[in-house]
């Protein structure tokens, strides 16, 4: 798979933190200590280290990995799949989305995470590794994540679940912290809601490695906007994903894999002594 982009640049984080904390331009200048015209040209997507500095603390984002981000200094490592895992990456109107297969390999059973904008790539890889799908969890419920439902449920029989707080018609729901299981596969379900009602984060254990398909909780390097409530998701992120072992591959609705650790050190939303979260407004 080629190398997919970052979701966010760093004007994008600046804006989902801006948004989040209910800062207008004026008064996020001010506290900054900047102009107008400044903050204007960070926000338009000419980048600037000493007023990405500036802002910074006052957006509750860390000035180190923000500014990293608008130098285009850092991209999370490689990330080589263990048997079980499929990852599928499909174009959706200006954007990619992501979607997901982790299968137990001696029994084939597997379960499907979205769709993406097409389910075709991964109908083949169903046919080539001849699995059974079980599930197809929806991370959300946001058209981008499932927009070819239908057919790969008619395709294969999968089940639809999706959180209580989020119900897909035709689908079942699920509480949180119920656990599924594809033999020697676990798949926990964790609620990350923020940028949707009931946006679930599938904590999946089995694998060669830890595995948190999040959806549109966080990306690599950013978080998902907070469409519903931005301190909710941020809170969510750090109590719920951020609390897991340090070794587990995140899997985003967007943008390329990573893991907790590169997160705890690169994301300008999280990479912060204490994890303190965004002041209530």
């Known amino acids: 798979m080629p190398r997919i982009p970052l979701e966010d640049n760093f004007n994008d984080v600046i804006a989902k933190a801006q948004r ?3 800062l207008d331009d004026a008064e996020l200048a001010r506290r900054a200590g900047i102009s107008p015209s400044r903050l204007q040209m960070l926000q338009s997507g000419t980048f600037d280290e000493a007023t990405a500095r500036a802002v910074a603390p006052v957006l509750r984002l860390g000035a180190g990995p923000l500014v990293a981000l608008g130098c285009k200094a850092w991209y999370p490592e490689r990330i080589m799949p263990p048997r ?6 499909t174009p959706y109107e200006d954007m990619t989305v992501n979607s997901y297969l982790v299968w137990d390999p001696r029994t ?3 379960a499907a995470f979205d769709t993406g904008a097409t389910c075709e790539p991964m109908l083949g890889a169903i046919e080539t590794e001849k699995l059974a799908v079980r599930y197809l969890f929806l991370t959300h419920t946001h058209e981008d994540h499932v927009a070819d439902t239908a057919r790969l449920v008619a395709t ?5 679940f999706s959180s209580e707080r989020e119900p897909f018609p035709g689908g079942k729901i699920f509480r949180e912290n119920q656990t ?3 033999d020697s596969i676990a798949i926990k379900t964790l609620l990350t809601c923020g940028h949707s009602p009931g946006q679930t984060t599938y904590f999946v254990t089995g694998l060669a490695w830890p595995l948190a398909i999040c959806g549109d909780s966080m990306f690599a390097s950013s978080m998902g906007g907070g469409l519903v409530s931005y301190e909710e998701q941020y809170r969510n992120n750090v109590e719920k994903i951020f609390t897991l072992p340090r070794d587990t591959v995140i ?6 894999l990573t893991t907790l650790a590169q997160e705890k050190k690169h994301n300008p939303f999280f990479a912060r002594s204490g994890f303190g979260g965004p002041p209530k407004t």
Do not use: V
Request: charged share 10%; proline share 8%; hydrophobic share 45%.
């Open 84 to 89: 079980g895992f499929a990852m599928f990456n």
């Open 251 to 256: 899997a985003p609705g967007h943008g390329p």
């Open 108 to 110: 084939r059973l597997a």
């Open 156 to 160: 294969t029989g999968a089940e639809i």
């Open 180 to 182: 599924f299981h594809l």
């Open 20 to 22: 989040g904390l209910r």
